[in-house]
């Protein structure tokens, strides 16, 4: 299960919440923050007083449905404050210091608002702005000159403090119609991500941007021999002001999951992972994690081509790329491109196996030796597995058993029973890129999973692609699963957002650290080739989008490998691609990455990986 992670600022904000709810079992949906990152102790308290006093849940639907608009931001910004005059005025009189931390927050606004100069001023939300105002003028007594529809904005947020739930979502679903022509709900059915730029940005982009080429990203269908014999690699490129989106949330959805099937997680959970990861560099994105059964379109659909976006072949052969029409967006042709995606997916799987079948000696033979080397390696790390004892530690949670039940099985002792407290997770670049090299890929990560799992190593394997906004990360094998079969189901096609899929691969390895192994380690087949549709919104530095592709990406990915191993986790590349890129690679891993060109070299290279990765050296 997804769990939202609390550090620093978070955490205080948190435990404020926490506090002032007076329960410690939920995720808070909302939390405060001042613009320079600080905790905004007096609204985390609201927040908390809205779980005691409200149903913070069914406000957290509402606020949903507004949706993602700069006008739905600008709305849920100012109909808080409405949701803190109703609690401040239900909990005072049960907690009089309440009415101290309203002013000494009334006065923070000022002495920020004093600090900000004309740019920073330029990029506020002047409607957000005047109410802020307008509310901390009257608690400290002060008067503000509004325009009258601001005043009566500003009286409507006195929300009083005999309202209930329903009446508070009643009011704020008024104001919401009134003042900025939004009806709640209608909102949700198009979630896209949008990234409001105010101020002179917004002026600038609007001004220069006028016109926006839109085209839907689709997967790309292949055929070719897929061992790497090909000259040059298939590449996607950009072209200035285009939108690889449908223009439709649901259709990108949909599409989404026709491809890659159902998302192994809730949407709660999902939520939690998109507000933490898709900020910044990513706010433009979303996230989508599946297993390799697929969906409508078998487990592949995503070859797809980009209709849209000049795929650029470097020197590959014309005749190896065919163009599969978008699917979904013409119903009648549905079930046919439907038909032809799944029967893509299973050629691709038949020639990745057929490729094992062809090389079988060799990859066997690679199997046996990086086993032998695995176990030398990782012989430090073998630990006694546990067993019910009447000597040894204390099992705190059964020790009632014993004056109970007269149970004396309440300790825990070490058995003969030995296992390593290491867990691997592979994760394979299965961009448009790797699409000549999907068998020989398929195959290394074979051997890498086979040897694991024949030492007793539990080891996951993932792929991951972008496609239409969604950074997807696909299941090919689970911890558990003893089979390495499905990593055949490996195939090529899309980008490849490397910075968030690691991002995202940090968070979950996290969320799994209490019931995972001591030592966790997650090696990457790459290409270093960092390259996606989806633009860096623009910021307070950079007035205009940014693509995601050069140094720009590769700096970006270099950042999440950073984290990965101050988190803990040996972070190592198995590069398998162009010489131009060798310098990404090792602005990105560092010296903990080998360099493949074929598979009688595998077993050997990948061996001095994993001890230079338990050593940790080149760690950033």
Not at 122 to 142: H, I, P, T
Not at 336 to 360: C, G, M, P, T
Not at 465 to 476: A, E, N, P
Request: hydrophobic share 40%; with cysteine; proline share 3%.
């Amino acid at each position: 299960m997804i769990r939202q992670h609390y550090t620093g600022s978070s955490r205080q904000a948190a435990n404020i919440i926490w506090n002032a709810a007076g329960r410690y079992d939920f995720d808070p949906p909302f939390l405060a923050f001042f613009p320079n990152g600080d905790a905004d102790d007096y609204f985390n308290l609201v927040i908390g007083l809205s779980s005691k006093w409200l149903d913070l849940d069914r406000l957290d639907v509402f606020f949903e449905s507004l949706g993602l608009s700069n006008t739905a931001q600008e709305a849920s910004a100012i109909l808080w404050l409405g949701i803190e005059s109703c609690v401040y005025q239900k909990e005072c009189p049960q907690r009089p210091i309440l009415e101290a931390l309203r002013r000494e927050r009334a006065e923070a606004f000022y002495v920020y608002s004093a600090s900000l100069s004309r740019q920073q001023m330029m990029l506020q939300s002047m409607k957000v702005f005047d109410q802020e105002q307008a509310r901390w003028a009257s608690v400290l007594g002060k008067k503000v000159l509004l325009s009258p529809a601001a005043q009566r904005l500003s009286q409507a947020l006195e929300f009083p403090e005999n309202l209930d739930t329903d009446g508070v979502i009643d009011r704020m679903t008024q104001i919401c119609m009134e003042y900025f022509h939004l009806r709640p709900g209608r909102a949700a059915q198009d979630s896209t991500r949008r990234i409001a730029v105010r101020g002179l940005a917004g002026a600038l982009a609007r001004r220069f941007m006028k016109r926006e080429l839109r085209s839907a990203d689709l997967l790309i269908l292949r055929k070719g021999s897929g061992t790497g014999d090909r000259k040059g690699s298939v590449q996607l490129g950009h072209r200035f002001g285009q939108e690889h989106t449908s223009g439709s949330a649901q259709k990108d959805l949909a599409y989404i999951r026709d491809c890659f099937g159902p998302c192994l997680y809730s949407d709660r959970e999902m939520r939690i992972l998109e507000n933490t990861l898709c900020v910044g560099t990513d706010a433009a994105c979303r996230l989508w994690i599946a297993d390799r059964s697929g969906g409508r379109c078998g487990a592949a659909a995503a070859k797809a081509p980009d209709t849209n976006h000049s795929g650029t072949d470097t020197g590959a052969e014309r005749g190896d790329v065919e163009i599969a029409g978008n699917l979904g967006e013409r119903p009648g042709a549905a079930q046919s491109q439907a038909k032809l995606l799944r029967q893509d997916q299973e050629n691709q799987r038949l020639r990745n196996v057929r490729f094992y079948q062809e090389h079988i000696f060799r990859i066997q033979e690679n199997i046996r030796d990086l086993a032998a080397q695995t176990d030398t390696i990782f012989a430090s790390y073998l630990h006694y597995l546990p067993k019910r004892s009447r000597r040894g530690r204390i099992d705190a949670e059964k020790v009632w058993r014993l004056p109970v039940l007269s149970d004396p099985d309440v300790f825990w002792s070490d058995s003969d029973i030995t296992e390593f407290s290491v867990t691997v997770d592979l994760l394979l670049d299965a961009s448009q890129s790797r699409m000549n090299n999907q068998e020989m890929i398929a195959s290394q990560a074979y051997i890498i999973a086979k040897s694991f799992e024949s030492c007793g190593i539990p080891v996951r394997v993932s792929a991951f692609r972008s496609i239409r906004g969604y950074t997807v990360l696909q299941r090919l094998k689970s911890y558990k699963d003893k089979r390495c079969e499905g990593i055949f189901r490996y195939y090529a096609g899309g980008w490849n957002r490397d910075g968030l899929c690691l991002k995202t691969m940090d968070y979950l390895m996290k969320d799994e650290q209490e019931k995972m192994a001591s030592r966790r380690i997650l090696l990457v087949l790459t290409d270093a080739s960092p390259n996606d549709s989806m633009q860096i919104p623009p910021d307070e530095k950079h007035v205009f989008a940014r693509e995601y592709e050069g140094d720009l990406a590769v700096q970006d990915a270099a950042a999440a490998v950073r984290q990965l191993r101050a988190d803990g986790i040996r972070t190592a590349a198995i590069f398998f691609g162009a010489s131009t890129h060798l310098d990404h690679v090792h602005q990105i891993y560092g010296q903990n990455y080998v360099r493949i060109r074929s598979l009688s070299q595998f077993s050997d290279a990948v061996g001095a990986l994993l001890k230079r990765a338990l050593e940790d050296r080149g760690a950033a």
